[in-house]
């Protein structure tokens, strides 16, 4: 089993990590322009040839990928190597639209697995640890990778998959897990549970990896209590690999982009134009180590911050902010942008849970969000809580945060269904999207 904390290539210097980015990036554009048709197009309708891409100041001049063009070539249209080379694919959710499905030869999966070992190891986690994975396993990348990962550092690894609460903590328990991999939602939720069936004193574990989707800080300060644990946040998306293309260390300013495999870039969403590291945009990714699905300057449509500011944990790769938002699923509600985390984190603030549903209507061009709050179990149990001067509270917390005011109902506790997987935070009855 390896010492998947690399610390040659995880703490190397900014001058070695651009020199393996700029031989890797070279390579990679004209291995990309020789097996995908799709891109090569884009390429010639841009007017750029690889021999133009010289090095990482070059990249500018690549034309950009998009979910759109996912669904476009839809299955094998971005596939730069024979299916009979690949032994794996993944798929997103694909709630909206079609699904977009990667591609994995032998050696992307190795990568991949390398990358979750390195979130895992972060995290505190050696051969010694019992690594407890409920995210979904199957088409969805969490399971897998993390499981992966985990095999990787040689750590006891239980394949869990999500669902079956009652049984999660039976194992969770007797089993003596240590690291908890799964979404910030249902960790939340793991915490409730245990804590109801008054078993905290049997439970082992120390740190947990949570990502997949949007969580506060407020939240990670509530599961870090509720589990006695420290919780590490962990980033990816399917088409770029899965979880682990960035991850926290023990600093939790941040997470590590794993920069030998994949360059990042933040741009401006309605230009397109690079922003320095610091500025607020959407993060772009180019992979320069893949084989089968090798996406070059793709949008990821999250929203965040790049800062190279010296880690602690003495990491020198690159770190992104925690997805402030995507640019794709912010609401626009009365011509302002509202996103899930402001609603959370005013939540947070006045002492609720992070369990909640935002619904937006639309009557007659005129739009209005319902906030649908959970009381906490304490509140609901006490006489002398004022339900009605909370509510009140809430609205004026959220149009400080929103400026826009929102309708708020508060619900009983567990009355807002409980997600295994990513949580549905919003129901958006406007149908904008429709043709
Ligand atoms: O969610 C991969 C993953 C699995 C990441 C397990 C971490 C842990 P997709 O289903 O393709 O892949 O969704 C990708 O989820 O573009 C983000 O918008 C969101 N997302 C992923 N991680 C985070 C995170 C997996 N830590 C999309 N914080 C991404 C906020 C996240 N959003």
């Not at 972060?122 to 095999?151: E, I, Q, R």
């Not at 979880?243 to 360059?263: A, K, L, R, W, Y």
């Amino acid at each position: 089993m390896g010492n998947y904390y690399q610390e040659d290539i995880e703490c190397a210097s900014r001058d070695q990590i651009l020199a393996w980015q700029n031989e890797r990036l070279v390579k990679q554009v004209q291995y990309v322009y020789d097996n995908v048709l799709y891109y090569r197009k884009r390429m010639e309708n841009k007017g750029v040839e690889p021999g133009d891409i010289k090095s990482v100041d070059d990249l500018h001049k690549l034309p950009f990928l998009t979910k759109d063009d996912l669904r476009d070539a839809y299955p094998y249209g971005l596939l730069a190597r024979p299916l009979s080379d690949c032994v794996r694919i993944q798929s997103t959710s694909g709630t909206t639209g079609r699904r977009v499905v990667a591609f994995y030869t032998q050696h992307d999966i190795d990568l991949w697995d390398e990358c979750c070992a390195r979130a895992i190891m972060a995290a505190g986690g050696t051969k010694d640890d019992v690594v407890h994975v409920c995210y979904g396993y199957g088409l969805f990348t969490g399971g897998p990778g993390l499981n992966g990962g985990s095999h990787k550092v040689g750590s006891l690894t239980l394949p869990m998959s999500s669902g079956n609460t009652d049984r999660q903590i039976q194992f969770m328990t007797d089993l003596q897990a240590t690291i908890l991999c799964c979404t910030p939602s249902y960790a939340a939720y793991l915490g409730e549970a245990i804590h109801e069936r008054g078993v905290q004193d049997k439970i082992k574990l120390k740190a947990g990896i949570f990502g997949a989707e949007a969580w506060t800080e407020e939240m990670r300060r509530d599961i870090e209590k509720s589990l006695g644990i420290k919780a590490y946040d962990i980033y990816g998306l399917t088409e770029i690999s899965g979880p682990g293309v960035s991850f926290e260390c023990s600093e939790q300013t941040g997470m590590h982009i794993n920069e030998d495999h994949f360059i990042a870039e933040v741009i401006d969403p309605a230009t397109g134009e690079v922003l320095p590291d610091g500025e607020k945009g959407e993060l772009v990714f180019t992979c320069i180590t893949k084989e089968a699905f090798p996406l070059l300057r793709y949008r990821t449509r999250d929203i965040c911050v790049l800062s190279r500011k010296k880690c602690s944990c003495g990491r020198t790769h690159v770190k992104m902010s925690k997805p402030m938002g995507r640019s794709d699923d912010m609401l626009i509600v009365k011509g302002v942008n509202v996103f899930p985390s402001q609603i959370e984190t005013v939540l947070i603030n006045q002492g609720f849970a992070a369990n909640y549903q935002i619904i937006v209507t639309r009557k007659k061009n005129s739009d209005n969000i319902e906030v649908q709050v959970e009381l906490t179990p304490v509140m609901a149990a006490d006489a002398a809580f004022d339900r009605e001067l909370a509510r009140k509270k809430l609205v004026s917390g959220l149009k400080a945060m929103l400026g826009i005011l929102a309708d708020v109902t508060l619900v009983e506790p567990k009355t807002i269904a409980r997600s295994e997987g990513k949580a549905v935070r919003v129901i958006d009855k406007r149908n904008l999207y429709q043709n």
